[in-house]
């Protein structure tokens, strides 16, 4: 069974470039959560994607978007990238079923914005 | 709207010693309760969930967690503190319901363990 992966492992940009990191879910998993989690803080949920369609979303401005494809791996976009969203983006799958709330995450991708 | 607390951002204990991370939820329907791990530069390993079973919830690396509805806590513990325990531990929670689901972590608890 292949856990979750996501690239790239380290990234670095300036204010105002755009990002897109990427995720490839568990074997087997239907559905992809991205968190972000910054320096000293427990993960943000951004959003979920089920089925190719973001079904959840957190606090996070339209600028952070997503994709997910027929193979259940996943994008995040960032545009317009400010300071603050240097963080380590957390990439999650799991299996959308009764009592299976279960996600298992990626190593994540270390964003630093300059 | 569901949230936990976790008390105390550093913890140290001796190797040997008792593990005692705590966890209080906040929750308007009957939850489920995770605990994660997360080594340095590294992503979140599961180490146990609560999902209405039994309260009593055994996970990897010898850790436990017990659910009390009464006083909302779902505390982590471990009998022996091993070097290799150190670690950050993030308490989540989400509900039951089936499709959209998030987890909404605690702010961590950073395990510190000595010779």
Known sequence: ?114 | AQSVTQLGSHVSVSEGALVLLRCNYSSSVPPYLFWYVQYPNQGLQLLLKYTSAATLVKGINGFEAEFKKSETSFHLTKPSAHMSDAAEYFCAVSGRNTGFQKLVFGTGTRLLVSP
Request: with cysteine.
């Open chain 1, 1 to 114: 069974e292949t856990g979750v992966t996501q690239s790239p492992t380290h990234l670095i940009k300036t204010r105002g470039q755009q990002v897109t990191l990427r995720c490839s879910s568990q074997s087997g998993h239907n559905t992809v959560s991205w968190y972000q989690q910054a320096l000293g803080q427990g993960p943000q949920f951004i959003f979920q994607y089920y089925r190719e369609e973001e079904n959840g979303r957190g606090n996070f401005p339209p600028r952070f978007s997503g994709l997910q494809f027929p193979n259940y791996s996943s994008e995040l976009n960032v545009n317009a990238l400010e300071l603050d969203d240097s963080a380590l983006y957390l990439c999650a799958s799991s299996l959308a079923t009764a009592g299976r709330n279960e996600q298992f995450f990626g190593p994540g991708t270390r964003l630093t914005v300059l």
